[in-house]
């Protein structure tokens, strides 16, 4: 088995398995890269057939790329969770994808372009399904902290966990929490990920990581996004706004950091999100224990 970490443009990665003559994608970056991403899955395919692309969750940076792909190897089924399709079906979200995706293009320096509307899921695969990939046997399992819909997978020929954002990324050797629904899921979602004591791990954005270096990273990622949690209830209990934790949080958390890989826009608009939802369940953990 062969992992190749590919991008059209700087934060839309995706990750390019190959097992002998069979292959498949992890999500498929921004829409408006996805015919540098396809050219670049081309070269390094050569005459082995795309066969699936597996989505880990709904964002625009990780779906984008789907159609321009599926031009050049219309064979390749999409792969995802149900609420994914559910997602894609409403404008409101289409118009917040496009809108990212603009934005996304002109902090490259290139031309938007819009296809997310032809975008079409072939298979659901709902978390604890397994179905036959052309990979072998994969099972869905249900990951919620980054997006409700996010979905990680395992493949137990390879002993492999393809991981959704939900348990971060790494950015420079730093590890970068990534949950913005919920902050109580996450922590359930890198425990039942842990259990699979997995030898290889697909990490988002960064690629293939394995042997001990695989529970190292559910380890320090975790503990990432706890410490984030607590960074934002400890300015919270000290009065601050959450306009006023948001800026704190992108000084330490974003500037000099993840600035290289994710879109301005982007991360303000999941961490505002993240912080009104740490600080909501917190308000309900303590209310529930009085």
Do not use: W
Not at 16 to 38: M, P, T
Not at 79 to 104: C, D, F, G, W, Y
Not at 151 to 172: A, F, K, N, W
Request: aromatic share 8%; charged share 25%; with cysteine.
């Amino acid at each position: 088995m062969k992992v190749y970490t590919l991008s059209g443009s700087l934060g839309g990665e995706a990750i390019l398995i190959v097992k002998g003559q069979a292959a498949a994608l992890v999500d498929s970056g921004f829409d408006f890269c996805g015919d540098q991403l396809a050219a670049k899955i081309k070269d390094t395919l050569g005459d082995i057939p795309l066969g699936e692309i597996i989505l880990t969750h709904s964002h625009y940076d990780h779906l984008g790329g789907c159609v321009a792909i599926q031009q050049i190897y219309p064979d390749a089924k999409i792969i995802a969770n149900p609420l994914v399709r559910q997602i894609i079906a409403k404008e409101s979200a289409r118009a917040t994808m496009r809108k990212l995706n603009h934005e996304a293009a002109a902090a490259a320096g290139k031309p938007a372009i819009d296809r997310i509307d032809q975008l079409k899921i072939d298979y659901d695969l709902a978390p604890g399904e397994t179905r036959q990939s052309v990979l072998g046997p994969i099972t869905a399992i249900s990951t919620p902290g980054h997006t409700r819909c996010s979905t990680s997978y395992y493949l137990p020929e390879d002993e492999m966990l393809i991981l959704s954002e939900t348990t971060g990324v790494i950015v420079d050797q730093h590890y970068a929490p990534c949950f913005v629904v919920s902050y109580a899921a996450t922590v359930e979602s890198f425990d039942r990920c842990a259990k699979f004591h997995a030898k290889r791990i697909i990490v988002p954005h960064y690629g293939l990581i394995e042997g001990h270096r695989a529970e190292e990273f559910l380890e320090k990622s975790r503990a990432a996004s706890i410490g984030a949690a607590e960074f934002v209830l400890e300015h919270h209990a000290a009065g601050q706004s959450e306009e006023e934790i948001l800026k704190e949080y992108a000084d330490k958390y974003y500037y000099g950091l993840c600035d290289k890989a994710q879109p301005e826009l982007a991360f303000f608009i999941n961490t505002s999100t993240m912080i009104n939802r740490v600080i909501k369940e917190a308000e309900q953990t303590a209310a529930g224990k009085n």
